[in-house]
């Protein structure tokens, strides 16, 4: 009994802190619309922040001081951010922010890295609280009880806020009505700007407090953010009450869960989130996003290749075919890995752009094709041809039940969920040892003899990865890719001349995963082991930029993205021990000054035929 | 016989009743306006004869057949189609390709994977066009066409669907007068030439006296009148509704 008690109450205390992280993220979302993926590098920060200034510091004071120190140099920073940064973005697709933030992720991770070092900071006690109180015989911190009293105060103080001060009530007013915002006029900027400063605060403070129970360190960010997007979307985004309810669901179901499947706790928090989001598709206490955001400009209608075009790839197709004469193993190794990106590109582009479902965790099907493959392998002794056909079979079956949930929701709530459905893999992965060696990975994978020569292997992915990408393509124009975009375009319409969009949606991400797992296949040989990172947040994120790189709007855009982002990747890894950094720089730099990707840049440049122009002018 | 028969359908939003107990039929090659002021609902009736809201009560019956609660897409497979008050079309498309998507819907080849769609029931798809007077711009991304030029858009892909019963919600608003009253002139031709029967909303009195055939008038959710035009505007219920609501009627008398 008092041992249940005394979780239950770890559970309260975890909960808190997971409130004063979610209210935050919850609150920037309901006033600016921007999802930020940046939340937990304030979150960490903090945690950095305070241990340093509490080494300064002394006495009493000097904790609480470092902890309020912490909290307001985040809230600054974040202010920093709405300035420079989250202003420019208001207007853009719900992507672009993620991805945008999600930059601003790398580059903290970088400077923290450099600033503290790489290794975890074990911080002061509280003092006062470093003693433990006896709860029906057990022993728990005193330290947890005043979180435990925390959370319910910050929500007190929040509503106090919102329902009684001027500033509250503006707050309020726009997160329900989006028109009153525009409203505002000089006054918005302001609100916006203090928002920030409230919900990059309370990640600041959260953080802070974290610094007596856990050592800071370089995972914080990622981890809590994940976490708080779990809360934020089963509270419903923009409800702080729904914050509070659910911060409190996960943090039991985190501290029983532990008990019952030690292994699987990450995947018993994505579960529920899965459950309530097909039972109430905008969270516990959240309300129906009024107007799906205009996205992109319309996209010019997809045409076949032109006759200059269709020369151009057989040139560059008889490049690649002799191109093991001419150069060494070195650079046949980095283009199969092009290849293998290019298909796993491609696959995402399928589901992203005529599909219209933006997936944040692709990775879990490129995952679950390198797993597919690597599992056959390990436990059954399959080769080589085996283990490639079970990867795009283990991915499409992946896509095919997760999917099933993913279709039924969009914008934002499709984003959280696939990203949720990656962490399952992810933390299966990672967790299940005895299955697939955990961090170890799964070693020993590699090609059958005759493709065991890096030509051979050349070979085989240029085959391998050129027809999957010639299938998307061949689909891309078939009736069926037809259907999927006009799903995409007008789903009112589809729906009244017939078309079963939610399962062409279905279809079309099921294919989409078993082309990702295709490429995780050859990726998992081209390697010669399989790790759990394949499945990382990084990962779907990678194929998001080369995607983004190459132009959403375009249909060589994932090809040409997939090749300048591995070169570069390549070229920063050997240059710089900052390469984070660079890539956060990098994404942020795309997003604001060249959102339409390569290929789009390139074929606005490109002369046009006459009277496109003045269309494109009419379309403004 | 009739081809459509509305039976007590009823709608409420929340507390606003937009639709109360509606009764009418439509006959076989009929071109049946439904007319009434702002808000009276005539929208709401449309989304629940082609399945887009499931009504609170009452039924809907194409020859014969129960449509009451099934999903506009059975609906318009049964034979319905439907074009929309505020246009819905595809903008990644051109105009060509717009109605090649019904027709590939039509002949149920949405999960070919294989061919290009392009190149299938190309002639049919320019042949409609030529019909609305759309085929020399068959070939511009429907994004970027004209407001007017949509809405023919919009009718061929109705067209393209065969059906037997057409329904086109406001099917002129946003043209020029002159431009109304050809579309009209050429939806009542089409249709009398494959013999569909037309339910339409329509703002402009002018193209509804020029072309209904029998006309019924909703007021605030009801039913308040219906009958073949001379009968409906000399109505005095109906002059009310709409002296009181605006002008179009003084607006016909004058004209
Ligand atoms: N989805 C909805 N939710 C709430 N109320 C609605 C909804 N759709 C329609 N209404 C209300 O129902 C009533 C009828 O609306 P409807 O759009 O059917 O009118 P209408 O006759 O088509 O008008 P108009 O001539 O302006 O197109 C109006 O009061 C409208 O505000
Ligand atoms: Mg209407």
Request: hydrophobic share 55%; aromatic share 10%; charged share 10%.
């Given at each position: 009994m008092g041992f249940l008690v005394a979780q239950f109450l770890s559970g309260l205390a975890h909960?808190?802190?997971?409130?004063?992280?979610?209210?935050?993220?919850?609150?920037?979302?309901?006033?600016?619309?921007?999802?930020?993926?940046?939340?937990?590098?304030?979150?960490?920060?903090?945690?950095?922040?305070?241990?340093?200034?509490?080494?300064?510091?002394?006495?009493?004071?000097?904790?609480?001081?470092?902890?309020?120190?912490?909290?307001?140099?985040?809230?600054?920073?974040?202010?920093?951010?709405?300035?420079?940064?989250?202003?420019?973005?208001?207007?853009?697709?719900?992507?672009?922010?993620?991805?945008?933030?999600?930059?601003?992720?790398?580059?903290?991770?970088?400077?923290?890295?450099?600033?503290w070092g790489p290794e975890d900071l074990l911080g002061p006690r509280a003092p006062g609280l470093e003693g433990i109180v006896r709860i029906l015989g057990r022993p728990f911190p005193q330290y947890d009880l005043l979180l435990i009293a925390l959370g319910p105060a910050v929500l007190g103080l929040l509503w106090l806020l919102f329902h009684r001060t001027r500033w509250g009530i503006l707050v309020r007013a726009a997160t329900e009505d989006r028109e009153m915002t525009g409203a505002l006029g000089v006054k918005q900027t302001r609100l916006f700007t203090s928002v920030l400063f409230l919900g990059t605060a309370l990640a600041g403070l959260a953080g802070a407090?974290?610094?007596?129970?856990?050592?800071?360190?370089?995972?914080?960010?990622?981890?809590?953010?994940?976490?708080?997007?779990?809360?934020?979307?089963?509270?419903?985004?923009?409800?702080?009450?729904?914050?509070?309810?659910?911060?409190?669901?996960?943090?039991?179901?985190?501290?029983?869960?532990?008990?019952?499947?030690?292994?699987?706790?990450?995947?018993?928090?994505?579960?529920?989130?899965?459950?309530?989001?097909?039972?109430?598709?905008?969270?516990?206490?959240?309300?129906?996003?009024?107007?799906?955001?205009?996205?992109?400009?319309?996209?010019?209608?997809?045409?076949?290749?032109?006759?200059?075009?269709r020369i151009a790839w057989a040139a560059a197709l008889a490049v690649l075919l002799a191109l093991p004469l001419a150069v060494g193993d070195y650079a046949l190794v980095v283009l199969t890995e092009v290849?293998?990106?290019?298909?796993?590109?491609?696959?995402?582009?399928?589901?992203?752009?005529?599909?219209?479902?933006?997936?944040?965790?692709?990775?879990?099907?490129?995952?679950?094709?390198?797993?597919?493959?690597?599992?056959?392998?390990?436990?059954?002794?399959?080769?080589?041809?085996?283990?490639?056909?079970?990867?795009?079979?283990?991915?499409?079956?992946g896509a095919l039940v997760f999917g099933w949930f993913c279709v039924r929701l969009s914008g934002v709530y499709l984003a959280m969920?696939?990203?949720?459905?990656?962490?399952?893999?992810?933390?299966?992965?990672?967790?299940?040892?005895?299955?697939?060696?955990?961090?170890?990975?799964?070693?020993?994978?590699?090609?059958?003899?005759?493709?065991?020569?890096?030509?051979?292997?050349?070979?085989?992915?240029?085959?391998?990865?050129?027809?999957?990408?010639?299938?998307?393509r061949r689909v891309i124009f078939s009736p069926f890719g037809y259907a999927l975009r006009a799903g995409r375009d007008s789903p009112l319409r589809s729906d009244a001349i017939g078309i079963p969009v939610k399962r062409h949606q279905w279809a079309a991400f099921t294919l989409s995963g078993a082309a990702a797992g295709l490429a995780g296949g050859l990726y998992a040989y081209s390697k010669g082991s399989v790790f759990p990172n394949l499945i990382s947040i990084s990962t779907s994120v990678d194929a998001l930029v080369m995607v983004l790189l190459g132009g959403v709007q375009t249909l060589t855009g994932p090809i040409v993205g997939a090749a300048v982002f591995h070169g570069l990747e390549t070229e920063m890894v050997r240059h710089t021990d900052y390469w984070r950094l660079l890539l956060g720089v990098a994404i942020i730099a795309m997003v604001l000054v060249f959102p339409q990707g390569v290929v789009g840049a390139l074929e606005r440049l490109r002369p046009r035929r006459p009277g496109q122009a003045r269309e494109e002018a009419v379309a403004r | 016989m009739s081809i459509l028969q509305v039976r007590d359908l009823t709608k409420s939003f929340g507390g606003v009743q937009a639709v109360r107990g509606v009764s009418f039929e439509v006959g076989a090659g009929e071109l049946l306006a439904l007319i009434g002021p702002n808000g009276a609902g005539k929208t709401t009736c449309f989304n629940m004869l082609?399945?887009?809201?499931?009504?609170?009560?009452?039924?809907?019956?194409?020859?014969?057949?129960?449509?009451?609660?099934?999903?506009?897409?059975?609906?318009?497979?049964?034979?319905?189609?439907?074009?929309?008050?505020?246009?819905?079309?595809?903008a990644s498309m051109t105009v060509r390709e717009n109605v090649q998507m019904v027709l590939l819907s039509r002949h149920r080849r949405l999960f070919d994977l294989w061919r290009p769609a392009a190149s299938e029931y190309v002639d049919e798809a320019l042949d409609l066009l030529e019909q609305v007077g759309m085929r020399p711009q068959a070939d511009r991304p429907c994004g970027v066409l004209a407001y007017g030029d949509v809405k023919r858009v919009e009718l061929a892909m109705a067209l393209a669907s065969e059906p037997r019963l057409?329904?086109?919600?406001?099917?002129?608003?946003?043209?020029?007068?002159?431009?109304?009253?050809?579309?009209?002139?050429?939806?009542?031709?089409?249709?009398?030439?494959?013999?569909?029967?037309?339910?339409?909303?329509e703002h402009d009195m002018d193209v509804v006296f020029a072309h209904a055939h029998r006309i019924i008038v909703l007021s605030r959710g009801a039913l308040i009148a219906s009958g073949p035009p001379p009968v409906v505007r000399d109505d005095p219920d109906v002059q009310e509704v709409y002296l009181g609501s605006g002008a179009m009627f003084a607006k016909e008398g004058a004209a």
């Open positions: 909960a808190s802190s997971l409130f004063l992280v979610a209210a935050g993220l919850s609150i920037i979302f309901g006033v600016t619309r921007i999802v930020n993926f940046a939340h937990g590098s304030f979150y960490m920060l903090g945690a950095f922040v305070a241990y340093s200034l509490a080494d300064r510091l002394s006495g009493a004071l000097g904790f609480w001081g470092a902890v309020a120190g912490a909290a307001v140099f985040a809230g600054l920073l974040g202010v920093a951010v709405e300035v420079l940064l989250l202003r420019r973005l208001y207007r853009s697709p719900e992507l672009f922010q993620l991805l945008a933030t999600f930059g601003l992720v790398l580059v903290v991770q970088d400077l923290a890295l450099a600033i407090l974290q610094v007596p129970r856990e050592a800071a360190n370089l995972q914080m960010d990622i981890n809590i953010v994940v976490e708080a997007f779990v809360v934020v979307v089963i509270g419903g985004m923009g409800s702080v009450a729904g914050a509070f309810l659910a911060s409190l669901l996960i943090g039991q179901l985190q501290a029983f869960g532990i008990l019952i499947f030690p292994q699987v706790t990450l995947v018993l928090v994505f579960l529920v989130m899965a459950l309530v989001l097909v039972v109430r598709p905008y969270g516990l206490l959240g309300r129906p996003q009024a107007v799906p955001r205009a996205g992109h400009a319309p996209e010019t209608p997809i045409a076949p290749a032109s006759q200059g075009a290849f293998v990106l290019a298909l796993f590109a491609s696959s995402l582009h399928f589901a992203m752009g005529p599909g219209g479902m933006v997936s944040f965790g692709h990775a879990a099907y490129f995952g679950l094709g390198a797993y597919g493959a690597g599992l056959l392998m390990k436990h059954l002794g399959a080769g080589m041809v085996p283990g490639l056909i079970a990867a795009p079979l283990a991915a499409g079956l969920l696939t990203l949720a459905f990656a962490q399952i893999v992810w933390s299966v992965a990672f967790q299940w040892y005895s299955v697939t060696g955990g961090d170890n990975g799964i070693l020993g994978v590699w090609p059958a003899a005759w493709a065991a020569p890096k030509w051979a292997f050349y070979y085989l992915s240029l085959v391998l990865a050129g027809g999957g990408i010639y299938l998307l | 082609n399945g887009q809201i499931r009504p609170d009560r009452g039924s809907v019956t194409l020859e014969g057949r129960d449509l009451t609660g099934l999903s506009p897409r059975r609906i318009w497979r049964m034979g319905v189609g439907r074009t929309f008050q505020i246009t819905a079309t595809y057409l329904l086109m919600d406001e099917p002129t608003a946003g043209m020029a007068p002159k431009e109304r009253i050809e579309l009209m002139a050429l939806t009542a031709e089409l249709v009398r030439r494959r013999g569909v029967a037309v339910l339409f909303t």
